[in-house]
């Protein structure tokens, strides 16, 4: 066995800290009085995922969203056992892929959402309320279809643990993995510094915009005369 570089750390500190913000989520969305937290952490992963989506494109070999796209060919290759890459594997990338989208869709839903109490998602001025108190319905469902993928996500990382023998946690706290003596070690190249600030910096501005200050004050209600009896 060799052992290669295969996350880089922004990977690894983005997806622990995508996990750490969505159970963060699920216990705020569900407590009474922690729906301004709620917010706050769910802006944050606008930020996270916006980073993500760059880190896809300008982050090392096997963060690259092209690298592990899964293509029916590779899909095919993989179930006839004729897959022997790094990195994602075609069957897990389809799962990255639905987790990402699924985080961004309900965060997206969130940011427009209105609790029919006093809270409002940063850019829920941008629409009506009834639209918002829709957008909010979907989103209390989607969190369960979220929680879905992530339980088959965590099932399969101990399916391959434990029945094909193959740990994939500890490379993505490590960033290093085990490769056989007959698989040409490629180790993770290509991420720079100037491309992680970057990806901080986009990501650092997507922030901003979902916080939604830039939104314009609505203009105060007329004032209503008042009669003079
Ligand atoms: C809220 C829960 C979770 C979400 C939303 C989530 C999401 C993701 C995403 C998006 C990726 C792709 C990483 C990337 O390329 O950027 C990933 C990979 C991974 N996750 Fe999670 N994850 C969650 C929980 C967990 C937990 C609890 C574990 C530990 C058991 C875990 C272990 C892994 C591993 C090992 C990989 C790499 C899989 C591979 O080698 O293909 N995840 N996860
Ligand atoms: C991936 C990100 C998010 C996840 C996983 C998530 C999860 C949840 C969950 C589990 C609930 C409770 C659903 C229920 O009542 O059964 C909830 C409710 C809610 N969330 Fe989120 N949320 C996210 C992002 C956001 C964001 C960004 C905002 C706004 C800034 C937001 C605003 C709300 C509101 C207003 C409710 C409804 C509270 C109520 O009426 O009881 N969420 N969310």
Redesign the pocket.
Known sequence: MQIIKVWDLPVRLFHWLLVAS?VA??IT??MDDA?AL??KI??F?VGLLVFRLLWGFIGSTYARFLQFFPTPARILAYLKGEWHGLGHNPLGALSVFALLFL?AL??GL??F????IS?H??LAALIGDSLAVRL?GW??TL?YV?LTFVGLHVASIVFYRFVKKHDLLLPMLTGRAEVPENVKPQPATGASIPALLLALAVAALALWAACGTWIPEPPPAAAVETPAW
């Open positions: 969505i989520l699920f969305g569900k729906i709620h917010g769910g802006v992963v985080c309900q965060t969130g940011l959402s209105y609790d029919e809270f998602g940063p909010t989103h209390q969190a979220l």
